[in-house]
């Protein structure tokens, strides 16, 4: 029997809750078609940092290496570590090393889920940029604690990440509408997003079955809220990508309903399947988070193993769940009833 | 009688339609009120730098010096000049050299006016960082043209500059519900955004009557969509005040419905005050552009000059005006219908 490693990173609050959850689907649906799922999980995470001084231990990235996947929860829990070390020394890094470069989130209403917006036909598939820009980590602070203090930060794009996320979108933008929306700021950030730009014009020559349109990350942040039926695939820096993949979640009905996969397209690293949703702290352990994000990523991953068949399957049952009114209305349903909906439905 | 000299900048495309009209308003709301508007005004544009060279005469700045206050229109038309040649040259140094580093954005919905989302109570107050961080100008491209090139661009945040314009933030807030949002990404950007935290840190400390909660960009624009009920006063840094100012215009309604005012809260140097939305070359000069936002931009140059009467009197005609339909609905109504009823109900 076909079998698939993959490294479990339930991390911290709600993501153990959500991962437990998702991981009963996918094991089910794998067993049922065929194939099999083995699952190695680690503990890193705030608590592990606690004890251990370390969001992982020093392999763990060659540890994460051997796998074909990786299923994350939800990295953070504020209280006890600053986000800036725990999420610097766990997701932030995973994506970097495995150049886990297409952020791909999709936004659409599931069945039965009412979004905040009053027009409802959407159906948008965001690619962030997943490596570098402004999440580079590059800056630093002088005069500390003065009057004359002075903080930079610097965001660093290179022609070789600028290009494959944009080759990337292109790519998607070809096998979905035709439709590709570029988001920079070049009107006020005259390096980096004009550079951007002129290489989105650059390989919209190479694609003219693609129609390619520039927005600001401003007009773009009204424009998925006014008119959001008029996006297909939209490629954006990693926190302009950020920024909206949120906004993308909002309108979608909330964070219990956006999944995502920080893809390696090479394929010379594995990659990882993420809700987008954070650690929740407050609602941590109480079982009442949300695991349809977390199972959609499970879904992903195994589109991306090569499993569509099975893929299609998951997604089907979360429809199912939720067009029942299961899971639709954020804080309603507790995570197992939701888990039960959905595995009963898987069959 | 009581005159104020204002500098009038049309700009491009329906920057002169909306400065007009609400030129008409303004005038006429001074005299039935006992002063008047003395009005300059300067044809810096994009057609000024096709014949000049340059955006505004190299005096421009102190030539606007001089003034109680500046109206502008709106700057830049990319087919004829690039964005970052045009705004650079104009809009951007304007609020730099005259200190305007508090950009005061009002989102709540005019009576009749439908905003995209089902609920419709919220009234935002936004405070935008205007001088300096994401906008700072500061980068370089290196190996240009080449496989190997790379673009930065750095954000520079000083603490003069921070604190400024949180300590604003916290002033409005004490003067409306005594809530305050702070906007940082500190998760991801650990140089400039744990800086404007701990600054807000330390100055909750001096204003113990303002709740203070930081929110991080990402959570900020879902929550201007699913809870805007739930939010007064955000401040926010130059970049992401941007982005949630062009978010709270299309929830409440659109472009058309956005002004803003570019304070020097020192009286230093004049302000500005111009409507959020661009230049809109597709729609130049056809006499369909919404002058409501140039309207209620000119309102709060009323206040600001200590008008605060009349500039009442004027966001009353403009809600008479859109309860009864008109101008309520974006594309519907051409410009002087609207601003013959703002005039008529002014009296
Ligand atoms: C936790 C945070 C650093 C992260 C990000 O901004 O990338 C998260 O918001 C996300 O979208 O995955
Ligand atoms: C035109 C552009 C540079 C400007 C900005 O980003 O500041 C505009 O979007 C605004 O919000 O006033």
Same mark, same amino acid.
């Given at each position: 029997?076909?079998?698939?490693?993959?490294?479990?990173?339930?991390?911290?609050?709600?993501?153990?809750?959500?991962?437990?959850?998702?991981?009963?689907?996918?094991? *089910?649906?794998?067993? +049922?078609?065929? /194939?099999?799922?083995?699952?190695?999980?680690?503990?890193?995470?705030?608590?592990?940092?606690?004890?251990?001084? +370390?969001?992982?231990? %020093?392999?763990?990235?060659?540890?994460?290496?051997?796998?074909?996947?990786?299923?994350?929860?939800?990295?953070?829990?504020?209280?006890?570590?600053?986000?800036?070390?725990?999420?610097?020394?766990?997701?932030?890094?995973?994506?970097? $090393?495995?150049?886990?470069? $297409?952020?791909?989130?999709?936004?659409?209403?599931?069945?039965?889920?009412? =979004?905040?917006?009053?027009?409802?036909?959407?159906?948008?598939?965001? !690619?962030?940029?997943? @490596?570098?820009?402004?999440?580079?980590?590059?800056?630093?602070?002088?005069?500390?604690? @003065?009057?004359?203090?002075?903080?930079?930060? @610097?965001? !660093?794009?290179?022609?070789? =990440?600028?290009?494959?996320?944009?080759?990337? =979108?292109?790519?998607?933008?070809?096998?979905?509408?035709?439709?590709?929306?570029?988001?920079?700021?070049?009107?006020?950030?005259?390096?980096?997003?004009?550079?951007?730009?002129?290489?989105?014009?650059?390989?919209?020559?190479?694609?003219?079955?693609?129609?390619?349109? +520039?927005?600001?990350?401003?007009?773009? $942040?009204?424009?998925?809220?006014?008119?959001?039926?008029?996006?297909?695939?939209?490629?954006?820096?990693?926190?302009?990508?950020?920024?909206?993949?949120?906004?993308? %979640?909002?309108?979608?009905?909330?964070?219990? /309903?956006?999944?995502?996969?920080?893809?390696?397209?090479?394929?010379?690293?594995? +990659?990882?399947?993420?809700?987008?949703?954070?650690?929740?702290?407050?609602?941590?352990?109480?079982?009442?988070?949300?695991?349809?994000?977390?199972?959609?990523?499970?879904?992903?991953?195994?589109?991306?193993?090569?499993?569509?068949?099975?893929?299609?399957?998951?997604?089907?049952?979360?429809?199912?769940?939720?067009?029942?009114?299961?899971?639709?209305?954020?804080?309603?349903? *507790?995570?197992?009833?939701?888990?039960?909906?959905?595995?009963?439905?898987?069959?």
């Amino acid at each position: 029997m076909k079998t698939y490693k993959i490294a479990l990173l339930p991390g911290d609050g709600i993501g153990r809750d959500v991962t437990a959850a998702a991981w009963a689907v996918l094991e *089910k649906a794998a067993q +049922s078609n065929g /194939f099999s799922l083995d699952a190695t999980s680690y503990p890193w995470s705030c608590d592990y940092y606690l004890e251990n001084g +370390s969001m992982m231990p %020093a392999d763990g990235i060659e540890t994460l290496r051997s796998f074909d996947a990786i299923l994350l929860g939800a990295v953070g829990w504020p209280a006890k570590v600053p986000d800036s070390v725990s999420l610097h020394g766990l997701l932030l890094p995973i994506r970097k $090393a495995f150049v886990q470069y $297409a952020n791909i989130r999709p936004h659409r209403l599931l069945p039965g889920v009412q =979004g905040p917006l009053r027009s409802d036909g959407f159906d948008i598939l965001c !690619i962030r940029e997943n @490596t570098e820009g402004e999440y580079s980590g590059a800056g630093g602070r002088v005069h500390q604690g @003065t009057d004359n203090e002075v903080a930079v930060e @610097t965001s !660093i794009f290179t022609r070789t =990440g600028v290009e494959r996320i944009l080759r990337f =979108g292109f790519e998607k933008a070809r096998a979905r509408s035709g439709k590709l929306a570029s988001v920079t700021k070049s009107n006020a950030q005259k390096y980096s997003m004009v550079f951007w730009d002129e290489i989105t014009q650059k390989l919209s020559a190479e694609y003219p079955d693609v129609e390619v349109t +520039s927005y600001h990350i401003d007009a773009m $942040a009204a424009r998925m809220v006014m008119a959001p039926d008029s996006l297909d695939v939209v490629v954006a820096s990693n926190l302009f990508g950020d920024i909206l993949t949120d906004l993308g %979640a909002a309108i979608q009905g909330g964070l219990g /309903f956006a999944a995502s996969a920080n893809i390696n397209p090479d394929r010379s690293a594995p +990659s990882m399947f993420e809700p987008v949703h954070g650690s929740a702290p407050d609602i941590a352990h109480l079982g009442i988070a949300n695991p349809i994000a977390a199972i959609w990523s499970g879904a992903m991953m195994l589109e991306h193993l090569g499993e569509a068949a099975t893929a299609a399957r998951v997604m089907a049952s979360i429809e199912a769940t939720t067009a029942r009114g299961i899971g639709a209305i954020p804080g309603k349903d *507790k995570t197992d009833v939701i888990t039960a909906s959905v595995l009963s439905v898987l069959g």
